[in-house]
């Protein structure tokens, strides 16, 4: 192989190998500003930008919103993903319990994606990313 070959191919494995190392961490970035964008759009207004439960709309409501940086407290750091998506989903709840002072919002999500299970669960997984960058309780190992 010639000196020129040899070093262009080593280059392009170089960026492989890179590209192999920097994208996950990418996406988890992605994921997270994707989900404070959701936030700021639909949940900023009870639970506050900071996600301390002080959102310009949080006096008039009967039930405070909670502050969503503590959640850790209830569903551990890392937070137990699947717990919270269904919470904020929603639908499942409301089967079984009746109303409930949170907005639904799997229902909300679904009806604005054309009725796309794939596309109302990336929301969900994306908002959880936000909520689990805001934590500031300490990591407890469990989930
Ligand atoms: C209309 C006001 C309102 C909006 C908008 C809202 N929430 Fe809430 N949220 C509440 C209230 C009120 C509670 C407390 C409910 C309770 O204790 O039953 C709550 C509770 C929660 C909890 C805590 C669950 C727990 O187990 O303690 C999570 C997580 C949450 N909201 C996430 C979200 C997300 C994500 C959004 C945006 C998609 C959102 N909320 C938008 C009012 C709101």
């Known amino acids: 192989m010639s000196a020129l ?4 191919t080593l280059r392009l494995a170089l960026l492989l190998l890179s590209f192999g190392v920097l994208l996950p961490g990418i996406c988890a ?3 997270i500003t994707d989900g404070k964008a959701i936030y700021g759009q639909y ?3 009870c639970h506050g930008r900071s996600g301390e439960g002080n959102g310009p709309i949080a006096g ?3 039930t405070p919103p ?5 959640l850790s407290q209830k569903y551990g750091n890392p937070l137990s993903v699947d717990q919270i998506e269904k919470f904020i989903d929603g639908r499942a709840d409301v089967k079984t319990h009746g109303p409930r002072d949170m907005p639904v ?3 909300r999500f679904y009806g604005e ?3 796309s299970e794939a596309d109302t669960a990336d929301r969900l997984a994306k908002l959880v990313a936000f909520l689990q960058s805001i934590q500031i309780g300490p990591q407890t ?3």
């Open 5 to 8: 070959k040899k070093s262009v």
């Open 29 to 31: 970035a992605d994921e």
């Open 43 to 45: 949940c900023a207004v």
């Open 60 to 62: 008039f409501l009967t």
């Open 66 to 70: 909670t502050n969503l940086r503590l």
């Open 105 to 107: 919002w799997g229902k």
């Open 113 to 115: 994606s054309g009725g």
């Open 141 to 143: 190992g469990s989930r």
